[in-house]
């Protein structure tokens, strides 16, 4: 038997199961969620902790210092010696002591204290008591870089009124521990500690 002139010898005839290709396409459609979804939570992060916002300085009822890293509690006395606030609150486990007004040069009251427990939500729960028994309707906070969005969230629960946040910087070789204390902490604080 001949062969047409315009037949190819070497034709190989490959027949796709519309199953697997369905199966194909859901597993991809899967990888580029998941990486979407990895994205998402690297950039939303990596805009909390590193790119947070930062509040400008001016009158408040009180200047309160979270406790942490950096040097807080000498940013925390360079604003009480601008005039800003009449009172300042200092969480004693970012500092270990209670600095005296001589130190600020001017009078104002110093509250100290060591949260209960001995983290931002013990220092929340004290800003947020602290705010009901004095009637106070601003507080600028005082902590680092890495902290602010978390701080901003476990004090929204605690206390109602104006939030403002300052940072301190901290050094480059603490990023990697902070970053990674940070992305913890916050998600222990949007998932399981969701109260005061």
């Known amino acids: 038997m001949a062969r047409a002139p315009w037949a190819a010898?070497?034709?190989?005839?490959?027949?796709?199961?519309?199953?697997?290709?369905?199966?194909?396409?859901?597993r991809l459609a899967i990888r580029y969620g998941v990486l979407g979804v990895a994205l998402l939570f690297v950039l939303t992060t990596v805009r909390m902790i590193v790119f947070p916002k930062i509040d400008d300085p001016r009158p408040v009822?009180?200047?309160?210092?979270?406790?942490?890293?950096?040097?807080?509690?000498?940013?925390?006395?360079?604003?009480?010696?601008?005039?800003?606030?009449?009172?300042?609150?200092i969480s004693l486990p970012g500092t270990n002591r209670c600095p005296d007004t001589a130190r600020i040069g001017r009078e104002l009251e110093i509250i100290c204290f060591w949260p209960d427990p001995r983290t931002t939500q013990g220092e929340a729960q004290e800003a947020g008591r602290l705010a009901r028994e004095r009637g106070?309707?601003?507080?600028?906070?005082?902590?680092?870089?890495?902290?602010?969005?978390?701080?901003?969230?476990?004090?929204?629960?605690?206390?109602?009124?104006?939030?403002?946040?300052?940072?301190?910087?901290?050094?480059?070789?603490?990023?990697?521990?902070?970053?990674?204390?940070?992305?913890?902490?916050?998600?222990?604080?949007?998932?399981?500690?969701?109260?005061?």
């Open 9 to 26: 010898s070497n034709v190989t005839v490959v027949i796709v199961d519309a199953q697997q290709q369905r199966r194909s396409r859901r």
């Open 136 to 196: 106070w309707n601003s507080i600028l906070f005082v902590t680092d870089r890495s902290q602010d969005s978390r701080a901003r969230l476990r004090i929204g629960r605690c206390y109602d009124g104006e939030v403002l946040v300052d940072v301190v910087e901290t050094p480059l070789r603490d990023w990697p521990y902070l970053f990674a204390y940070q992305v913890a902490a916050t998600v222990k604080a949007v998932v399981w500690q969701r109260d005061c």
């Open 61 to 89: 009822d009180a200047i309160f210092m979270l406790g942490g890293p950096g040097k807080r509690l000498d940013r925390t006395i360079e604003l009480a010696r601008s005039g800003i606030a009449p009172v300042v609150v």
